[in-house]
Protein backbone atom coordinates (compact mmCIF):
# COMPACT_ATOMS: atom_id res chain seq x y z
CA UNK A 1 0.00 0.00 0.00
CA UNK A 2 1.75 3.13 -0.94
CA UNK A 3 1.62 6.17 1.64
CA UNK A 4 1.41 9.99 0.56
CA UNK A 5 5.00 11.57 1.16
CA UNK A 6 4.38 13.55 4.47
CA UNK A 7 5.57 17.31 4.74
CA UNK A 8 8.35 18.40 6.81
CA UNK A 9 5.79 20.80 8.59
CA UNK A 10 3.52 18.26 9.61
CA UNK A 11 2.93 16.97 13.01
CA UNK A 12 2.49 13.05 12.96
CA UNK A 13 0.69 11.21 16.17
CA UNK A 14 2.08 9.10 18.04
CA UNK A 15 -0.58 6.11 19.02
CA UNK A 16 0.37 6.45 22.47
CA UNK A 17 0.04 9.92 22.18
CA UNK A 18 -3.73 9.34 21.31
CA UNK A 19 -4.14 7.73 24.65
CA UNK A 20 -6.81 9.15 26.54
CA UNK A 21 -5.12 8.38 29.42
CA UNK A 22 -2.35 10.26 28.77
CA UNK A 23 -1.20 12.36 31.87
CA UNK A 24 -2.39 16.24 31.25
CA UNK A 25 0.91 17.35 32.81
CA UNK A 26 3.41 15.55 31.07
CA UNK A 27 1.35 16.50 27.42
CA UNK A 28 1.30 20.14 28.93
CA UNK A 29 5.25 19.75 29.52
CA UNK A 30 6.21 18.00 26.14
CA UNK A 31 4.45 20.53 23.76
CA UNK A 32 5.01 23.88 26.38
CA UNK A 33 6.51 25.34 23.37
CA UNK A 34 3.39 25.10 21.63
CA UNK A 35 1.46 26.18 24.45
CA UNK A 36 2.90 29.45 24.86
CA UNK A 37 2.83 29.53 21.37
CA UNK A 38 -1.33 29.37 21.08
CA UNK A 39 -1.15 31.80 24.57
CA UNK A 40 0.95 34.54 22.59
CA UNK A 41 -0.88 34.04 19.41
CA UNK A 42 -4.29 34.71 21.71
CA UNK A 43 -2.95 37.92 23.14
CA UNK A 44 -1.88 39.35 20.30
CA UNK A 45 -5.20 38.95 18.27
CA UNK A 46 -7.28 39.93 21.42
CA UNK A 47 -5.38 43.84 21.35
CA UNK A 48 -4.67 43.78 17.57
CA UNK A 49 -5.74 47.20 16.24
CA UNK A 50 -7.44 48.07 20.29
CA UNK A 51 -6.90 51.59 20.63
CA UNK A 52 -6.69 50.96 24.05
CA UNK A 53 -5.18 47.76 24.41
CA UNK A 54 -4.16 46.09 27.08
CA UNK A 55 -6.22 48.70 29.64
CA UNK A 56 -8.96 46.77 28.60
CA UNK A 57 -8.14 44.14 31.47
CA UNK A 58 -8.22 46.71 34.31
CA UNK A 59 -12.10 48.64 31.89
CA UNK A 60 -14.09 46.15 32.18
CA UNK A 61 -13.87 44.93 35.74
CA UNK A 62 -13.06 48.52 36.93
CA UNK A 63 -16.92 49.91 35.09
CA UNK A 64 -18.64 46.77 36.65
CA UNK A 65 -17.34 48.00 40.17
CA UNK A 66 -18.37 51.38 39.73
CA UNK A 67 -22.07 50.59 37.95
CA UNK A 68 -22.16 47.94 41.45
CA UNK A 69 -20.68 50.46 44.23
CA UNK A 70 -23.28 52.99 42.97
CA UNK A 71 -26.40 50.83 42.87
CA UNK A 72 -25.86 48.39 45.34
CA UNK A 73 -23.30 49.68 47.75
CA UNK A 74 -24.82 53.62 47.96
CA UNK A 75 -28.11 52.88 46.99
CA UNK A 76 -29.42 49.46 48.45
CA UNK A 77 -26.41 49.81 50.75
CA UNK A 78 -25.24 46.21 50.60
CA UNK A 79 -23.15 44.90 53.48
CA UNK A 80 -19.73 44.38 52.80
CA UNK A 81 -18.19 42.82 56.04
CA UNK A 82 -16.62 45.66 57.04
CA UNK A 83 -14.73 46.24 53.76
CA UNK A 84 -15.17 49.60 51.63
CA UNK A 85 -17.98 48.29 49.16
CA UNK A 86 -15.72 49.30 45.75
CA UNK A 87 -12.82 47.23 47.05
CA UNK A 88 -15.15 44.52 48.27
CA UNK A 89 -16.83 44.58 44.84
CA UNK A 90 -13.43 44.86 43.16
CA UNK A 91 -11.86 41.85 44.97
CA UNK A 92 -14.47 39.42 43.36
CA UNK A 93 -14.53 40.86 39.95
CA UNK A 94 -10.82 40.34 39.30
CA UNK A 95 -11.45 36.54 39.37
CA UNK A 96 -14.78 36.66 38.00
CA UNK A 97 -14.10 38.96 34.82
CA UNK A 98 -11.02 36.11 34.25
CA UNK A 99 -13.07 33.17 34.63
CA UNK A 100 -16.04 34.72 32.58
CA UNK A 101 -13.77 36.44 30.24
CA UNK A 102 -11.35 33.04 29.38
CA UNK A 103 -14.41 30.54 29.38
CA UNK A 104 -15.98 32.38 26.60
CA UNK A 105 -13.17 32.61 24.51
CA UNK A 106 -12.16 29.05 25.51
CA UNK A 107 -15.92 27.42 24.04
CA UNK A 108 -14.99 28.71 20.86
CA UNK A 109 -10.95 27.96 20.75
CA UNK A 110 -11.89 24.36 18.68
CA UNK A 111 -14.12 25.86 16.50
CA UNK A 112 -12.04 29.09 15.44
CA UNK A 113 -9.04 26.91 14.37
CA UNK A 114 -10.73 24.46 12.13
CA UNK A 115 -8.10 24.53 9.52
CA UNK A 116 -5.55 23.49 12.57
CA UNK A 117 -7.91 20.71 13.46
CA UNK A 118 -8.22 19.29 10.27
CA UNK A 119 -4.31 19.70 8.76
CA UNK A 120 -2.22 18.85 11.70
CA UNK A 121 -1.56 16.68 14.64
CA UNK A 122 -1.32 18.19 18.15
CA UNK A 123 -3.02 18.14 21.39
CA UNK A 124 -6.10 19.25 20.95
CA UNK A 125 -6.49 20.29 24.73
CA UNK A 126 -4.03 22.62 23.96
CA UNK A 127 -6.17 25.01 22.08
CA UNK A 128 -8.42 25.43 25.20
CA UNK A 129 -5.53 25.38 28.07
CA UNK A 130 -3.80 28.53 25.84
CA UNK A 131 -6.87 30.58 26.06
CA UNK A 132 -6.44 29.78 30.02
CA UNK A 133 -2.44 30.99 29.81
CA UNK A 134 -2.89 34.01 27.65
CA UNK A 135 -6.05 35.38 30.14
CA UNK A 136 -3.49 35.31 33.13
CA UNK A 137 -2.36 38.33 31.55
CA UNK A 138 -5.52 40.21 31.89
CA UNK A 139 -5.69 38.98 35.14
CA UNK A 140 -2.16 39.93 36.27
CA UNK A 141 -3.07 43.81 35.11
CA UNK A 142 -6.45 44.03 36.74
CA UNK A 143 -4.38 42.59 40.20
CA UNK A 144 -2.29 45.18 39.96
CA UNK A 145 -5.59 47.79 40.24
CA UNK A 146 -6.85 45.57 43.24
CA UNK A 147 -3.40 46.23 44.97
CA UNK A 148 -3.29 49.78 44.29
CA UNK A 149 -7.33 49.73 46.14
CA UNK A 150 -5.93 48.01 48.73
CA UNK A 151 -3.06 50.68 49.41
CA UNK A 152 -5.97 53.56 49.05
CA UNK A 153 -8.34 52.32 51.31
CA UNK A 154 -5.35 51.54 53.82
CA UNK A 155 -5.82 47.78 54.16
CA UNK A 156 -3.81 45.72 56.17
CA UNK A 157 -2.92 41.78 55.02
CA UNK A 158 -2.53 38.90 57.18
CA UNK A 159 -0.61 35.98 56.75
CA UNK A 160 -3.27 34.52 54.77
CA UNK A 161 -1.75 36.90 51.88
CA UNK A 162 0.52 33.26 51.19
CA UNK A 163 -2.17 31.53 50.40
CA UNK A 164 -2.89 33.67 47.66
CA UNK A 165 -1.40 31.29 44.83
CA UNK A 166 -3.46 28.46 45.79
CA UNK A 167 -6.40 30.61 44.96
CA UNK A 168 -5.00 31.73 41.75
CA UNK A 169 -4.59 27.62 40.81
CA UNK A 170 -8.11 27.19 41.99
CA UNK A 171 -9.57 29.85 39.53
CA UNK A 172 -7.48 28.13 36.99
CA UNK A 173 -8.22 24.42 37.73
CA UNK A 174 -12.00 25.99 37.26
CA UNK A 175 -11.38 27.58 34.26
CA UNK A 176 -9.57 25.23 32.36
CA UNK A 177 -11.97 22.64 33.34
CA UNK A 178 -15.23 24.31 32.40
CA UNK A 179 -13.15 25.62 29.17
CA UNK A 180 -12.31 22.34 27.93
CA UNK A 181 -16.16 21.09 28.73
CA UNK A 182 -17.49 24.14 27.17
CA UNK A 183 -15.03 23.47 23.97
CA UNK A 184 -15.94 19.93 22.94
CA UNK A 185 -19.61 20.95 23.68
CA UNK A 186 -19.01 23.78 21.58
CA UNK A 187 -17.66 21.50 18.38
CA UNK A 188 -21.03 19.10 18.18
CA UNK A 189 -23.64 21.99 20.09
CA UNK A 190 -23.34 25.18 17.96
CA UNK A 191 -25.95 26.30 19.96
CA UNK A 192 -23.24 26.50 22.97
CA UNK A 193 -21.98 29.86 21.85
CA UNK A 194 -25.66 31.49 22.38
CA UNK A 195 -26.62 29.93 25.81
CA UNK A 196 -22.71 30.06 27.51
CA UNK A 197 -23.41 34.00 27.42
CA UNK A 198 -26.81 33.84 29.31
CA UNK A 199 -25.28 30.96 31.84
CA UNK A 200 -22.84 33.23 32.43
CA UNK A 201 -24.87 36.43 33.59
CA UNK A 202 -27.20 33.96 35.81
CA UNK A 203 -23.78 33.24 37.74
CA UNK A 204 -22.64 36.34 38.16
CA UNK A 205 -25.92 36.81 40.45
CA UNK A 206 -25.61 33.49 41.36
CA UNK A 207 -22.36 34.22 43.14
CA UNK A 208 -21.58 36.40 46.05
CA UNK A 209 -19.82 38.72 44.02
CA UNK A 210 -22.25 42.13 44.57
CA UNK A 211 -23.00 40.54 48.07
CA UNK A 212 -21.51 38.91 50.84
CA UNK A 213 -22.22 35.38 51.64
CA UNK A 214 -23.64 35.92 54.48
CA UNK A 215 -26.87 37.63 53.45
CA UNK A 216 -27.76 34.23 52.21
CA UNK A 217 -29.89 32.48 54.48
CA UNK A 218 -28.11 29.24 56.50
CA UNK A 219 -30.33 27.04 54.96
CA UNK A 220 -29.61 27.76 51.75
CA UNK A 221 -26.00 27.97 52.22
CA UNK A 222 -24.83 24.50 51.42
CA UNK A 223 -26.80 24.85 47.59
CA UNK A 224 -24.68 27.65 47.65
CA UNK A 225 -21.30 25.77 47.97
CA UNK A 226 -22.41 23.77 44.95
CA UNK A 227 -21.43 26.85 43.35
CA UNK A 228 -17.44 26.42 42.29
CA UNK A 229 -17.21 29.92 41.55
CA UNK A 230 -18.27 30.64 45.06
CA UNK A 231 -15.25 28.95 46.62
CA UNK A 232 -12.90 30.70 44.00
CA UNK A 233 -14.27 34.25 44.72
CA UNK A 234 -14.40 33.12 48.94
CA UNK A 235 -10.72 31.62 48.62
CA UNK A 236 -9.84 35.20 46.87
CA UNK A 237 -11.34 37.40 49.27
CA UNK A 238 -10.28 35.37 52.12
CA UNK A 239 -6.72 35.75 51.37
CA UNK A 240 -6.71 39.32 50.28
CA UNK A 241 -9.09 41.46 52.72
CA UNK A 242 -9.12 40.82 56.04
CA UNK A 243 -11.94 39.62 59.03
CA UNK A 244 -13.54 37.98 55.97
CA UNK A 245 -16.01 35.22 57.45
CA UNK A 246 -14.59 31.37 55.58
CA UNK A 247 -16.81 28.28 56.36
CA UNK A 248 -14.38 25.70 55.83
CA UNK A 249 -16.64 22.74 55.33
CA UNK A 250 -19.26 24.82 52.41
CA UNK A 251 -15.93 26.23 50.72
CA UNK A 252 -14.49 22.26 51.28
CA UNK A 253 -17.75 21.58 49.41
CA UNK A 254 -17.13 24.31 46.42
CA UNK A 255 -13.87 23.08 46.22
CA UNK A 256 -14.46 19.70 46.13
CA UNK A 257 -17.32 20.62 42.92
CA UNK A 258 -14.36 22.64 41.28
CA UNK A 259 -11.93 19.19 40.69
CA UNK A 260 -15.59 17.46 39.66
CA UNK A 261 -15.55 20.28 37.08
CA UNK A 262 -12.33 19.99 36.02
CA UNK A 263 -12.39 16.14 35.63
CA UNK A 264 -15.49 15.94 34.10
CA UNK A 265 -14.11 18.67 31.46
CA UNK A 266 -11.16 16.61 31.01
CA UNK A 267 -13.08 13.03 30.59
CA UNK A 268 -15.47 14.37 27.95
CA UNK A 269 -12.80 16.40 26.27
CA UNK A 270 -10.54 13.24 25.90
CA UNK A 271 -13.24 11.05 24.91
CA UNK A 272 -14.96 14.08 22.24
CA UNK A 273 -11.56 14.77 20.84
CA UNK A 274 -10.87 11.67 18.34
CA UNK A 275 -13.98 12.94 16.30
CA UNK A 276 -13.01 16.52 16.48
CA UNK A 277 -11.79 16.81 12.79
CA UNK A 278 -14.41 15.01 11.65
CA UNK A 279 -17.29 17.05 13.17
CA UNK A 280 -15.64 20.52 12.93
Not at 16 to 40: P, S
Amino acid sequence: MSTAPISSTAIVPDRGRLNTRTNVITEFWRYRELLYFFAWRDIKVRYRQAVLGAAWAVIQPLLNMVVFAFIFGRLAHMPSNGIPYPLFSYCALVPWTYFSGTLGLASSSLTGNTSLLTKVYFPRILLPAGTVLAGLLDFGIATLLLIAMMIYYHIKVSWLMLLSPLAILLMIVLTLGAGMLMAAMSVKYRDIKYVLPFLIQLMLFATPIIYPSSVVPERFRPFLALNPIWGMVDCFRACLLPNQPFDFKLIGISVGVTFVVFAAGLYYFRKSEKTFADII
